[in-house]
């Protein structure tokens, strides 16, 4: 039995070939081609709900005189209503990069998210054979990976893709502090550092992994620094600093943590946390029923939904470490890789309303742990009789063929929004947002009768949901009915639990609703309790445009069709501008005549 973490410290002799390294290296590449062959699905789907906004019709990413603004501030600053909680430059630095290599082809982007999935499949390989010291198991793990159903959001939704290359940095700075003990100890624990706080930076939730990373570089110091507190002191100090600095930062940029305001309170998100875990860990063990979003139930009291699942995670908990003290430390590291990046899960119940909080792609690192213990199994298999042998490598077979067959599948849902809309609808008929989202796609197609059609039954599904009231008040607008429209905004206008963007955004529409009906006295009033809430609102400049011009007022509505130019880059707002322009210059030789 395994007492220690095993380092693979065997390089390969100088006088090696390269056909003799490469007979060695069938493995990795095996398990990558799998990871590319399983996903090539992927390379025919398109752009899909966030991709639109993110990347389409980002100006940010598609160009880089905006590399300041990527370096310094949050992900979604291109869109002023978007409240912020995310800083992720380097995930923004490579959607630039991709761009400028591939500009908007969906097939290139696909392409990029692939390769960088198959580059996580292969240092999961790398990680296994640093632990176990077995290529049998390395290659089992690795496999898996590859061909794991649940990794099929993260991998085909391109702007999912942060997922990927956090997954990847913090991959390689582990496999950095189990490099061979000769390379020293100062060198790997200090480039560690620096991938593990880069990672931060594609995705903030790694920050609970520093407690893996420290206990690694412990590991690493031992028996090599002074006494124990010594080697606590340089094993975490780089790694505390780094986290420290990224906080100080992401302070600065988001003037907050990105978590105080949110859909419910904390006392929800910690009563309804454990039944969470266990939603995703049932969901990487069997990977079926997946969809793109789910609906979980939420409470507020600890009732059995809470202690239930809470001892079912504690059990987990005991039942790893009992493992890793008697039988392979490598039980306690894949257990603390399943469930520390699970941790923010708190945050999501908290920030994210219903139908948000829980996604496919918040797996793809904790799989990883999940594989390990796989790649355990298979190299204790091969250590048994033969029939042991058989059993293990016909089971192993069994699941890679049935996961390479569902993640191939899974993908044609990522085609574009309405597939990807309707299978959510398939998976879970009584959630409203999808068919919500679903009314978006018809609308913007022109389909305004199928798009106000699934807007009502949106709002039929959550009749108190403001975002589907707010969407189905848009819906009923485009298509002038505008008594319902006003009946629904005012109604939201009583409610007392909408935050302060919504509030405006509902205020604003309801302004839009009385211009139409010639309520033109009402209209300025809402549009000056939107101005007063926030100036420089997206669209409330386009609204003032419109009044002003339909009170005659042609020099304030250029104004104000000047401003939202300026605030939105809204190009209909510039045309109207013009217009008016060309029509101040046809009627100036007439005025002229007249004097």
Partial sequence: MRKRLKGDSRTPPPWENWRERLSKSWTPLAVCSLALVVYSRSLFCGFIRDDLPQIVHNPQVQSWQYLPQILTLHLWNHIPQFQALFYRPLFSLWMLVIDTIGGLSPWFWHLSSVLLHAACTYLVYRLSKRLTGSEVGAGAAAAVFAVHPIHVEAVTWVSASNELLFSLLTLWAMIVLLSPRERGDRGPILFSTLLYFGSLFAKETGVVLIFLMVALALIRLKDRVGGWGKRFVVASSPYVGGTVAYLIIR??????????????????????????????????????????????????????????????????????????????????????????????????????????????????????????????????????????????????????????????????????????????????????????????????????????????MASARAPDDARISLL????????QQYTETEAILNRLLLRTDLDAKRQISVRLSLANVEIALGNLDSAQQSLQQVEQADPNFPELHWALGILYKKRGQIQLAQTAFDKEYQLTGDKEAQQQSDMITLEMLRTQPDDGLQH
């Fill in 251 to 456: 302070w600065y940029v988001l003037h907050g943590m990105g978590v105080e305001k949110g859909e419910r309170g904390w006392r929800q998100a910690i009563f309804t946390s454990p039944s969470i875990v266990l939603f995703y860990l049932r969901k990487l063990l069997v990977p079926v029923h997946l969809s793109g979003a789910y609906v979980n139930p939420i409470y507020a009291s600890p009732t059995t939904a809470f202690w239930l699942p809470a001892a079912a995670i504690l059990l987990f908990v005991v039942s790893m470490t009992w493992l890793a003290f008697r039988v392979n430390p490598i039980f306690g590291y894949s257990a603390a890789l399943i469930l520390l990046p699970l941790l923010p899960v708190l945050a999501t119940i908290r920030v994210y309303p219903q139908g948000d909080m829980t996604h496919d792609r918040y797996l793809y690192l904790p799989s990883v742990g999940l594989c390990l213990l796989i790649g355990i199994v298979a190299d204790r298999a091969r250590h048994s009789v033969r029939s042991v042998r058989i059993v293990a490598a016909s089971v192993l077979g069994i699941v890679l063929i049935s996961f390479s067959v569902l993640t191939f599948a899974q993908q044609r849902f990522y085609d574009n929004d309405i597939t990807y809309s309707q299978q959510e609808i398939d998976f879970n008929p009584a959630n409203g947002f999808p068919y919500a989202m679903l009314g978006n796609v018809y609308m913007d197609q022109g389909q305004t009768d199928l798009a106000l059609k699934n807007y009502r």
């Fill in 472 to 479: 189905l008040s848009r819906g009923l607008f485009a298509v």
